[in-house]
């Protein structure tokens, strides 16, 4: 019904920038909230930042003033910006989204496949 493709995750040096990208597709009425999460080996998955439709962000206290979030034009589309990119940033990072799904108007709270960033000299 709803799929999530995610893209921009890579290898930065410490200091450098990545942007990520989730966009999402299929039966969607509209779209509650985006966000992304991280979840390293052994860890459990957190929130890192999370825009809703009402353009209300929240983010990880490790990651306030580094990272931003934000919806594109086509309000399909969230966007990670990171910047001032650290070792312990290095994660797997996956998209998740909050959508209304066309026909049944139910809550559908989809995840993507997750997008290696690793951050190392």
């Known amino acids: 019904q709803v799929q999530l493709v995610e893209s921009g995750g890579g290898l930065v040096q410490p200091g450098g920038s990545l942007r990520l990208s989730c966009a999402a597709s299929g039966s969607i009425f509209s779209i509650v909230a985006m966000g992304w999460y991280r979840q390293a080996p052994g860890k459990e998955r957190e929130l890192v930042a999370q825009?809703?439709?009402?353009?209300?962000?929240n983010y990880a206290d490790s990651v306030k003033g580094r990272f931003t979030i934000s919806r594109d034009n086509a309000k399909n589309t969230v966007l990670l910006e990171m910047n001032s990119l650290k070792p312990e940033d290095t994660d797997v990072y996956y998209c998740?989204?909050?959508?209304?799904?066309?026909?049944?108007?139910?809550?559908?709270?989809?995840w993507g496949p997750g997008t290696l960033v690793t951050v190392s000299s």
């Open positions: 998740k989204t909050g959508a209304i799904a066309t026909i049944t108007y139910r809550l559908l709270e989809v």
């Open positions: 825009i809703k439709s009402g353009g209300i962000k």
